[in-house]
């Protein structure tokens, strides 16, 4: 079971929570749903869905599943302003899709780009634009897009995992200002090493998951800090944390740990 040490009060709040049929997602959903909120689940592999429901139906009417891919923006788009119009607004809105791979640059097809875009990017665009227009209504609401530590880092051999991540953390802190004078607050979600099946998803073996990995419990725990405190950035794990420090004071330090990480994957791929 998920906890939280945070007092925000989410009783009968609506609340999205896209890629919610596995990792983080999962965990938000559960969370929120352990809180009292009205959830609607999303992912787009059935096989994830399933499990998702099998863990999370017994909370009855209050949540709500839906196979999508969000690579078809236009439906996703469509999804969210129904929901929203449905509960007369969202009030929390986790853009949390999204997924990457590690390969040389000169591997990663066109289908692959469209791919990670539609998904960490368009998806994430879609259910903002569905949302928005009750939250400037209401004069209320909070979205949270799920950027990464690659949203203002870099990662060699993902390089299009962190122009997705790039795009989105962007677009979060433009967001933010944009849409301050509607008391609609945006926050950029950046996990550093959680322990999710993004590290196992193409075939790798268990031990592929650094070890430094937090769980997806105490990173749910560490979102809902940040959302609490007002975090324009909120970063998961200490070790995001000290790298975003790091990029500001110690850049020399920073470029170090990219040369040697792109050492080490060019042996491996």
């Not at 880092?153 to 509607?182: C, F, I, W």
């Not at 945006?186 to 959680?194: D, E, L, N, T, Y």
């Not at 769980?215 to 000290?242: F, K």
């Amino acid at each position: 079971e998920v906890t939280g040490g945070t007092s925000m009060n989410f009783k009968d709040k609506v609340c999205i929570v896209t890629g919610s049929t596995s990792g983080i997602g999962l965990a938000l959903a559960q969370y929120l749903l352990e809180k009292g909120a009205k959830v609607y689940v999303s992912g787009r592999t059935l096989e994830h869905m399933n499990n998702a429901k099998a863990q999370l139906e017994k909370y009855g009417d209050r949540i709500s599943f839906k196979l999508i891919d969000l690579c078809n923006y236009k439906e996703a788009e469509e999804y969210a302003r129904e929901i929203s119009i449905a509960n007369g607004g969202v009030d929390y809105l986790f853009a949390n899709a999204g997924g990457g791979t590690v390969t040389r640059f000169e591997n990663i097809t066109w289908d692959m780009w469209e791919d990670i875009f539609g998904s960490n990017v368009f998806g994430a665009i879609a259910v903002i634009k569905g949302v928005i227009p009750m939250m400037k209504q209401r004069k209320s609401g909070h979205i949270l897009i799920t950027a990464s530590l690659a949203g203002y880092s870099v990662n060699p051999y993902q390089s299009s995992y962190v122009a997705t991540k790039h795009a989105v953390y962007g677009m979060a802190q433009s967001l933010r200002y944009e849409l301050e004078p509607d008391n609609i607050s945006v926050q950029a979600i950046c996990p550093g090493f959680v322990r999710t099946p993004i590290f196992t998803r193409n075939g790798e073996p268990e031990d592929a998951i650094p070890p430094q990995c937090i769980s997806v419990e105490q990173a749910v725990d560490e979102i809902m800090a940040g959302i609490e405190a007002g975090d324009v950035t909120i970063n998961v794990c200490n070790e995001a944390r000290e790298y975003y420090k790091a990029l500001r004071n110690n850049p020399e330090y920073c470029d170090a740990e990219m040369r040697n990480l792109a050492k080490f994957y060019s042996l491996q791929l």
